[in-house]
């Protein structure tokens, strides 16, 4: 299996950036990609983005595509999420998501998730 904890949220203020962290540990050999997700209140968890973790290729959702940039280090087995330009919108539980391949089959593992909170 595969363990993430994610860090770095807070509050901010609209325009302002910031740097989410995610460090994966146990079978990290297996792992396929890494995403980031967010879930607002009332609303449904929603793809934030993702990096493959060998070709480090990554791809985003339209609603932060230009403000925020996935990036990875696989010696430290860790991923990361600028956000720049923050938006009110943008205020949600931020998780992070491991894809893996082991046993046979794809597994994901998740984060516990962090506070993101952009003031107007």
């Known amino acids: 299996q595969v363990q993430l904890v994610e860090s770095g949220g807070g509050l901010v203020q609209a325009g302002d950036s910031l740097r989410l962290t995610c460090a994966a540990s146990g079978r990290t050999f297996s792992m396929i990609y890494m995403g980031w997700f967010r879930q607002a209140p009332g609303k449904e968890r929603e793809s934030v983005g993702a990096?493959?973790?060998?070709?480090?290729?990554?791809n985003y959702a339209n609603s932060v595509k230009g403000r925020f940039t996935i990036s990875r280090d696989n010696a430290k087995n860790t991923v990361y999420l600028q956000m720049n330009s923050l938006k009110s919108e943008d205020t949600a539980v931020y998780y992070c998501?491991?894809?893996?391949?082991?046993?046979?089959?794809?597994?994901?593992?998740w984060g516990q998730g962090t506070q993101v909170t952009v003031s107007p």
């Open positions: 990096i493959s973790w060998i070709g480090g290729i990554a």
């Open positions: 998501n491991g894809r893996f391949f082991v046993s046979g089959a794809y597994r994901d593992s």
